[in-house]
């Protein structure tokens, strides 16, 4: 499956976008989008599982928190 945040120009740095409704996560890398997802865009898009899954190398980094 293709990135989904590459799909939607969500850039690789700087704060992380959410790919569906644009909404910016504040903090580091994607703080805050396991709640968001699972009350926005669960039950209507797409899975929370299956985003994390399309995240390429570049955008799922931030989640390791280096
Ligand atoms: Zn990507
Ligand atoms: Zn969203």
Redesign the pocket.
């Known amino acids: 499956m293709e990135c989904l945040c590459c799909k939607h120009n969500v850039p690789m740095e700087g704060s992380r976008v959410?790919p569906?409704?644009?909404?910016a996560f504040r903090g580091n890398g994607w703080d805050g989008i396991d709640a968001?997802?699972k009350a926005?865009?669960e039950k209507r898009s797409v899975p929370y599982e299956q985003f994390w899954k399309s995240l390429c190398a570049g955008h799922g980094a931030s989640m390791k928190r280096k």
């Open positions: 959410c569906i409704c644009n909404h968001h997802w926005k865009h």
